[in-house]
T-cell receptor, first 113, second 110 residues
Framework: DSGVTQTPKHLITATGQRVTLRCSPR?????VYWYQQSLDQGLQFLIQ???????AKGNILERFSAQQFPDLHSELNLSSLELGDSALYFC????????????FGPGTRLTVL | GIQVEQSPPDLILQEGANSTLRCNFS?????LQWFHQNPWGQLINLFY???GTKQNGRLSATTVATERYSLLYISSSQTTDSGVYFC????????????FGSGTQLTVLP
């Protein structure tokens, strides 16, 4: 158990819908990262928050957004869902802004029908 | 951006055999991690090893940062070692995120 929690574990929804994925980092970690794992793209970085502020952005679609709250948990919002958004979404956390070891949550498996 | 290549892409072993997985990266790095993704999809941290050598039980890893590669050794493999092994790096400079290789799919047969 990495100490990073994600909910829900599985999510099945329809095209056009909106979902919210939730992540709680390890105790004491200030950085939260979101990654997407799909069959065709592999594991890709989406976005990073550090102590409530967005600090780095990867290949995140405009239909996706995230935020980190004062208690340091983070939410990833996915809207206008398409079939291609079906993937495993991971949250990771680390203690500092950069270069430290990242610990991954169990992931949320999203299926868009 | 930085490129991460892993080899071999697939590996099938008999239980008890040893193996070496390789990770090459195209630029200098400040972070290198090895992960095991089990059949349930969980990413399990194996090593944080931007340089040097570490050992944890039957697993060990070596990173030669100056030559831009890392090796993961698995000895006396067990069926529970099956899964995908990923190498991931953070390049030196302003990058914050891990860049993952495409993984090595390991199957250990009883």
């Amino acid at each position: 158990d990495s100490g990073v929690t994600q909910t829900p574990k599985h999510l099945i929804t329809a095209t056009g819908q909106r979902v919210t994925l939730r992540c709680s980092p390890r105790s004491g970690d200030l950085s939260v990262y979101w990654y997407q794992q799909s069959l065709d793209q592999g594991l890709q970085f989406l976005i990073q928050y550090y102590n409530g502020e967005e600090r780095a952005k990867g290949n995140i679609l405009e239909r996706f957004s995230a935020q980190q709250f004062p208690d340091l948990h983070s939410e990833l919002n996915l809207s206008s869902l398409e079939l291609g958004d079906s993937a495993l979404y991971f949250c990771a956390s680390s203690v500092a802004l950069a270069y430290n070891e990242q610990f991954f949550g169990p992931g949320t498996r999203l299926t868009v029908l | 951006g930085i490129q991460v290549e892993q080899s071999p892409p697939d590996l099938i072993l008999q239980e008890g055999a040893n193996s070496t997985l390789r990770c090459n990266f195209s630029d200098s790095v400040n972070n290198l991690q090895w992960f095991h993704q089990n059949p349930w999809g969980q990413l399990i941290n194996l090593f944080y090893i931007p340089s040097g050598t570490k050992q944890n039980g039957r697993l060990s890893a070596t990173t030669v940062a100056t030559e831009r590669y890392s090796l993961l050794y698995i000895s006396s493999s067990q069926t529970t070692d099956s899964g995908v092994y990923f190498c991931a790096v953070i390049s030196s400079g302003s990058a914050r995120q891990l860049t993952f290789g495409s993984g090595t799919q390991l199957t250990v047969l009883p």
